[in-house]
């Protein structure tokens, strides 16, 4: 009976998030943003929804067979995702108005030489000293 | 592909040992003719796999820290997931939706190919991130809102990531 109840609570909240995926469809702005919505969204409202299968049917191939669809959901949608907006992006598919970019790769370079460079200093040092 | 087995019978058996349990998992019964009928089955595919992934000098060396390291990962990585929902399901349903959206460029340090498919699949499964390109050490990132963009360098997920390479070296 509480088996019941546990499950209901999944199956309610995947739908949840499913009905917000959907929502974040139609309002954001344009696809990077829509991305967003369903890549995070469709990956836990399947994934709680499944968890709530798996307390109702209760036997042992049944819940192998639905961790292998959860394992097949969570590793594929992500990768559609990232294939759907690299695609968008190499095809310049035009940002929504007032989007930002922070360009970090030459400063973290320089970081990372930096901590090289110290690193390799108090290593000939302590050479030095011993 | 028999002397390939011989090469390394303790892979083979570990392969064979695994689908045994899939196929007994599946079939949940005890009767002779499925043992029979699945462990025929896992010898052919265990002689078949033999050329895909079996061989004394490209073995995968994964040892059992790395597997404790991979689990908390995972749980980590659940606990960011269900966060990021609930960031999300925040932002979409304020009616004023406040984002600020934008690309962030920066560095990724990973080598191992396996390593860098999980760090890339969990940017885009966790809060306000997706990735958008990932080209030698280049890694393009897609951020909803703009405090989300400056916390993706140092990220918690991405220091255990760096330790559980470092184990390889």
Request: hydrophobic share 50%; charged share 15%.
């Amino acid at each position: 009976m509480v088996l019941q109840y546990v499950a209901v609570f999944f199956l309610l909240g995947g739908f949840f998030f499913l009905i917000v995926g959907v929502i974040g469809l139609i309002r954001l702005p344009d696809v990077y943003t829509r991305m967003h919505a369903l890549g995070k969204c469709d990956t836990l409202g399947t994934g709680m929804v499944l968890i709530g299968l798996m307390f109702l049917v209760q036997d042992v191939t049944n819940i192998t067979k639905l961790i292998l669809i959860m394992a097949m959901i969570i590793t594929i949608n992500p990768v559609v995702t990232h294939l759907i907006a690299k695609t968008a992006y190499n095809r310049g598919t035009p940002m929504a108005e007032g989007s930002f970019l922070i360009n970090d790769y030459v400063a973290s370079q320089r970081r990372r030489r930096k901590r090289q460079l110290e690193t390799n200093l108090s290593k000939e040092g302590g050479e030095s000293q011993t | 592909m028999i002397e390939r087995m011989k090469g390394d019978v303790m892979g083979s058996m570990f392969i064979f040992t695994l689908m045994m349990a899939f196929w007994l998992l599946i079939s949940a019964s005890v009767h002779w003719q499925h043992i029979l009928v699945g462990a025929i089955f896992s010898v052919i595919l265990t002689v078949f796999w033999s050329n895909l992934n079996i061989s004394s000098d490209n073995r995968t060396n994964f040892s059992i820290l790395q597997a404790y390291l991979l689990f908390i990962y995972f749980v980590k990585l659940g606990i960011d997931i269900v966060i990021a929902n609930i960031n999300v399901a925040m932002i979409v349903l304020n009616p004023h939706l406040p984002i600020s959206p934008g690309i962030v460029i920066m560095r990724c340090d990973l080598e191992r190919s396996l390593l860098r498919v999980l760090y890339v699949n969990s940017i885009t499964l966790t809060p306000g991130t997706i990735t958008v390109e990932l080209e030698d050490n280049l890694l393009i990132v897609h951020a909803l809102t703009e405090d989300v963009a400056h916390g993706v360098e140092d990220w918690e997920l991405n220091r255990r990531l760096m330790e559980m390479e470092a184990l390889y070296k």
